[in-house]
């Protein structure tokens, strides 16, 4: 008799160290913010349905992510596509001035 392995779900995942942000500049509509990949600008959206981001987000000027609320306080969620495939993103926010981006990675 043949052994079958059954799938036990969905793939454990990691979350490795994207970039580390601290706060520059606020402004009315937006806020700046440096990290080692360049200068990140949040700006505000005015959306308040559940579906829709929160912040876009650009990094040295083009378009990197919408920014969604995630279920922890303090986290939010995104994804960028490259040609590789998405990339999903949690932007933790660990003070009022420091935001640290992790990426998650399949194990």
Do not use: H
């Not at 590789?84 to 003070?95: A, H, I, T």
Request: net charge positive; charged share 35%; aromatic share 10%.
């Amino acid at each position: 008799m043949v052994e079958v392995k059954r799938s036990r779900g969905r793939q454990k995942r990691s979350l490795v160290r994207y970039d580390s942000l601290t706060k520059q500049e606020q402004r009315e509509t937006c806020s700046v913010w440096k990290g080692e990949k360049g200068v990140y600008v949040f700006e505000n959206t005015n959306e308040v349905e559940v579906r829709k981001p929160i912040r876009r987000v650009y990094l040295n000027r083009t378009y990197f992510t919408g920014l969604f609320r995630g279920r922890k306080q303090g986290e939010f969620l995104g994804d960028i596509k490259e040609p590789e495939g998405k990339k999903y993103l949690v932007f933790k926010v660990m003070g009022e001035t420091q935001v640290e981006i992790l990426q998650r990675v399949a194990l």
